[in-house]
């Protein structure tokens, strides 16, 4: 979230926490961030315009409203889909009354996270996140675009690329691991790339395997422990600090024993070993993605080469030790003809997002109409 004072205020939802909760809480508990940081920043009584970093799959038809299509990455907070959550932000802002906001545009954090990047880069048409969730938007031709009316320029399209294979067309490579993280979460049958993909799900698929593994005897000698059966404990960061280089197996081991699981050597090897297995296969995976995605920008101009930067944030990218190298290398197998260059954003979604609305408020205080 940010205003076009390109201040950026990261709001942090606990996912799951929501669940059964009123909506109204929500958005409050958002208004509620938005007063510590006005507050913060000692800005409390000046008029502002927002911009509102909202980072699940809406329905977009003007800049300054989206209605939720469905929520991702485990959060649930009832009757929400289906609604604008602009009008639910303004409605707690209104209910707070304690200072004037305008929210002026609504950005999905692939988009804002493109926007930085592309405001000194005019290569960066393609914003990525691998993070606690996977997702893409990329600048698309308006001849392609059938539900917009008008042929001429582009306009950048947010995949949600999370829901690929919801129709079952990534069945093939879905494994019973997979399959029973998907079953056990909040979102069944959804979002299955997302859950092949990204942070929030590798630690789970890492457990399943586990689990699978101390069953048929290979692991801590048989017994699986109440530990090992705690849904979340394997974290994205702990698989970084598993699969770091610079660890020996010693370190390996200590923290399995951090994490409760009481483990041999022999046993450390093995869930490095499977981490690394998943982590990789999330990594080529979304390698592939956006192999597909630059080579239909290069296709829809025609091009026999082509030159694009991505930029890229999500904790899965920067923090873990291997994963945006091989996500780069799968990307410059799959696709020779792009010559892709990725750019890492620091919490670019939140400047993107600052920048889109200092840019549709100008228009507006310019008496331009169509900034929708
Ligand atoms: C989920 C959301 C998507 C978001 C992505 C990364 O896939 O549905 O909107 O861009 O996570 O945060």
């Known amino acids: ?56 799959p809406c329905k977009q038809d003007r800049i300054d409203k989206g209605t939720l299509v469905g929520w991702t990455k485990g959060f649930k907070a009832t009757d929400c889909e289906g609604e604008d959550v602009v009008d639910k932000l303004r409605e707690a802002i209104k209910r707070r009354n304690e200072f004037d906001l305008d929210i002026v545009a609504i950005v999905n954090d ?10 000194e880069n005019p290569d960066c048409e393609i914003g990525l996140i691998a993070g606690t969730g996977s997702n893409v938007c990329y600048m698309e031709e308006m001849k392609n675009i059938e539900i917009v009316d008008g042929n001429e320029g582009q306009m950048c399209i947010n995949t949600e690329w999370g829901g690929f294979g919801d129709n079952g067309c990534l069945d093939d490579f879905r494994t019973k691991y997979d399959i ?25 698929i890492v457990r399943q395997i586990l689990i699978d593994l101390t069953k048929r005897g290979l692991l801590f000698r048989g017994h699986i422990s109440e530990r090992l059966r705690t849904k979340g404990i394997f974290e994205t960061k702990f698989l970084s600090q598993i699969e770091s280089d ?54 829809n101009r025609g091009l ?15 923090l873990h030790p ?16 792009c010559d892709v260059t990725f750019m890492l954003s620091e919490d670019g979604s939140g400047k993107g997002a600052a920048l889109i609305t200092a840019v549709a408020k100008r228009l507006h205080s310019h008496g331009e109409e169509d900034v929708n």
Request: hydrophobic share 40%.
């Open 1 to 56: 979230m940010a205003t076009s004072r390109h201040m950026a205020l990261r709001c942090h939802l606990t996912s799951q926490k929501e669940e059964g909760g009123v909506k109204e809480k929500l958005f409050d508990h958002i208004v509620q961030c938005i007063a510590e940081f006005l507050d913060y920043m000692g800005i409390k009584g000046a008029p502002l315009p927002l911009g509102f970093t909202f980072s699940f």
């Open 110 to 119: 692939t988009v804002g996270t493109m926007m930085t990047c592309a405001y």
């Open 180 to 204: 029973d993280v998907d079953g056990k979460s909040l979102n069944p049958g959804k979002q299955r790339y997302e859950k092949m993909t990204s942070g929030m799900y590798l630690g789970e």
């Open 246 to 299: 610079r660890l020996a197996l010693l370190q390996v081991r200590k923290i399995l024993q951090q994490l409760g699981l009481d483990s041999t050597c022999d046993d450390s090897i093995i869930v490095k070993e499977v981490c690394g297995a998943v982590s990789q296969r999330a990594a080529k995976l979304c390698g592939a993605g956006m192999a597909a995605v630059v080579d239909k920008i290069r296709e």
């Open 304 to 318: 026999d080469q082509l030159k694009i930067t991505v930029s890229v944030d999500g904790t899965l990218y920067k």
């Open 322 to 337: 291997h994963f945006s190298r091989i996500l780069r290398e799968t990307v410059n197998t799959l696709s020779p003809e």
